[in-house]
């Protein structure tokens, strides 16, 4: 099992930046990879940024390049999503997700095992 806990969620005026967090404990052990995902209301889930989590390598939605980057800490059990220059779509839940060693990397909602909480961004104009 795989626990994860997002924090770093605001509101914040269009262009700010804002730095959300995952906390998952002992997750390089577990996953193949970790994801950001959110979900807008009326919307559904869509995956915005994912990293290997034993590697670096990383990769976006097309929606996101350029404003939003993931990162990891392994050492803190930490990954991150900055994202620069916001706007009022950004306006979402967002939710940090990991994929199962031996599973294939992807931005697909069903194929990620473990959830965390959500944490709210809110993008005022």
């Known amino acids: 099992q795989v626990q994860l806990v997002e924090s770093g969620g605001g509101s914040v005026q269009a262009g700010g930046s804002l730095r959300l967090s995952c906390n998952a404990p002992?997750?390089?052990?577990?996953?193949?990879?970790m994801g950001w995902f959110r979900q807008a209301p009326g919307k559904e889930r869509e995956g915005v940024a994912g990293?290997?989590?034993?590697?670096?390598?990383?990769y976006y939605a097309e929606s996101v390049k350029g404003r939003f980057t993931i990162s990891q800490d392994n050492v803190k059990n930490m990954v991150y999503l900055d994202i620069n220059n916001l706007i009022p779509e950004d306006t979402a839940t967002y939710y940090c997700?990991?994929?199962?060693?031996?599973?294939?990397?992807?931005?697909?909602?069903?194929?990620?095992?473990?959830w965390g909480q959500g944490t709210q961004v809110t993008v005022s104009s």
């Open positions: 997700a990991a994929i199962p060693t031996g599973e294939d990397c992807s931005l697909e909602a069903a194929e990620h095992t473990y």
């Open positions: 002992e997750y390089t052990f577990n996953t193949n990879c």
């Open positions: 990293i290997y989590s034993r590697g670096f390598r990383t």
